[in-house]
């Protein structure tokens, strides 16, 4: 059973910068795409940014030029660097991994973290 992880969530200030780690249990050499969504409260859970085995990326509109994803093959982790950070990014955010981005054909998620953008 493939296990995701999620750490570096938190409480910062607007224009403030977190970073989000996913551990994953086995080799994400084997994970075509790993991704990051999430859900912030009475709305959709939503596709944040994307990374294939390629090394392309995908990210929302939303986050372009604001958020980079990374995965680091050698340590199984995949990250998701935040900067200037807005009260709308507020939300649980969620790692995840299979084939493609869409949320409903992915069998992998971590349990999720906590991301509160506040002054």
């Known amino acids: 059973q493939v296990q995701l992880v999620e750490s570096g969530g938190g409480l910062v200030q607007p224009g403030g910068s977190l970073r989000l780690s996913c551990a994953a249990s086995?080799?994400?050499?084997?994970?075509?795409?790993m991704g990051w969504y999430r859900q912030a409260p009475g709305k959709q859970r939503e596709l944040v940014a994307g990374?294939?085995?390629?090394?392309?990326?995908n990210y929302a509109d939303s986050v372009k030029g604001r958020f980079t994803i990374s995965r680091d093959n050698a340590k199984n982790t995949v990250h998701l660097q935040m900067n200037t950070l807005k009260p709308e990014d507020t939300a649980v955010y969620y790692c995840?991994?299979?084939?493609?981005?869409?949320?409903?054909?992915?069998?992998?998620w971590g349990q999720g973290t906590q991301v509160t953008v506040s002054s």
């Open positions: 990374i294939f085995i390629s090394g392309n990326t």
């Open positions: 086995i080799s994400i050499v084997s994970i075509y795409t």
């Open positions: 995840a991994g299979g084939y493609g981005l869409d949320p409903s054909r992915l069998p992998f």
